[in-house]
């Protein structure tokens, strides 16, 4: 894995606890610290124990820094391995006390902007399958996404693992890079582990939904929500502006809804939506291709569906032109797709 050159927000923060995290896996692997923050340029906030935390840019630095200093293809699932729910703060106590897998989901989904940055979690659940989409933001590119997102999914899958013993046997769990070079003490927990696929996603049955949990509070429960309500206030979460178009996003009859509908939507001019989504480093024909291939693998799920038949429901002129669009996103055609998942 080579890293890249890439610039990732300057005004986005992640909270103190993630790049805690990896400075624990730089503690654990005894690499040189003094040496990875100085690279990094962060040793004014490691002063400070990042305690406020720090921009996704200074994020980027620091991973790159510890990648160059001995890491590898293995380090972002070993670092969310090590992640408890408990370093996600008040949601992560909102989730400990949670009465059933699907109540934590929902608070997951609702609040997971509190403690991730740069990629944002979609739910969709049916009568059989429940689906967990990651969807990185545009400016995570290269090996640094790919540490991200397997950071992310193996914290959960870790914070899930703990709490309903043997969930891992239900579970599939998609990246769509590589496979790492070794192995990870996880992998073996994972139903099905599949890489080179088409998104990150992780998917169990939904009878898991109603599974109790072993720590539900309702007292506690009610307590971590109300935490979590103040500190998205605190953090004007209208200002993530990307994630409540993406959670808008959805095929209707007529199609996607367009920028200007989703603007006034929001009570503002398609102009000032356009800002808002480069500031947070996407554009909105982005953040509908991203929705748009997340509906067309549920689509070519379903094998009475004809991929001529797909490609109109998904507002695609004909079959060509949703192939060749579906292959730009997933570096697969449909039909390749549909092969290889069976």
């Not at 599949?194 to 049955?205: A, G, H, I, N, S």
């Not at 001019?269 to 982005?286: I, P």
Request: with cysteine; hydrophobic share 40%; proline share 6%.
């Amino acid at each position: 894995m080579k890293t890249t050159e890439s610039h990732w927000p300057d005004t986005v923060f992640v909270p103190g606890a993630v790049p805690a995290s990896w400075l624990s896996y730089v503690a654990d692997r005894q690499l040189p610290r003094d040496a990875i923050l100085e690279q990094a340029g962060l040793t004014q906030e490691f002063a400070s124990s990042f305690s406020a935390g720090i921009t996704m840019e200074k994020l980027r630095r620091l991973l790159d820094a510890i990648y160059r200093h001995g890491g590898d293809d293995l380090m972002g699932f070993d670092v969310g391995w090590r992640m408890p729910p408990t370093s996600f703060g008040s949601l992560g106590s909102a989730l400990l006390a949670s009465p059933d897998v699907g109540s934590a989901l929902a608070l997951l989904e609702r609040y997971w902007g509190l403690v991730v940055r740069g990629v944002k979690l979609n739910l969709v659940s049916e009568d059989e399958l429940c689906v967990l989409t990651f969807f990185a933001e545009d400016y995570l590119t290269g090996p640094m996404r790919d540490l991200t997102l397997d950071s992310i999914v193996f914290a959960l899958f870790r914070g899930a693992s703990l709490l309903v013993p043997g969930v891992g046997r239900d579970t599939q769990v998609w990246l769509d890079h590589p496979p790492p070079r070794g192995e990870h003490e996880a992998f073996e927990m994972i139903g099905t582990l599949r890489f080179d696929m088409p998104l990150v996603q992780c998917r169990f049955p939904a009878a898991l939904l109603k599974t109790p949990l072993p720590l539900a509070s309702a007292t506690g429960y009610r307590q971590a929500v109300r935490q979590c309500e103040n500190e998205a206030r605190l953090l004007k979460r209208d200002q993530d502006v990307s994630a409540r178009v993406q959670q808008a996003l959805g095929y209707q009859a007529g199609g996607y809804p367009t920028l200007d509908v989703i603007a006034d939507r929001f009570g503002m001019t398609a102009r000032t939506l356009r800002r808002k989504l480069h500031a947070e480093g996407t554009a909105y024909s982005s953040l509908v291709e991203k929705i748009r291939l997340r509906d067309a693998i549920k689509l070519l799920d379903e094998p009475g569906l004809d991929i001529a038949r797909i490609a109109e429901l998904l507002g695609y002129s004909d079959a060509a032109n949703f192939t060749r669009a579906f292959r730009k996103q997933a570096s697969m055609t449909p039909s390749a797709y549909r092969a290889t998942h069976r």
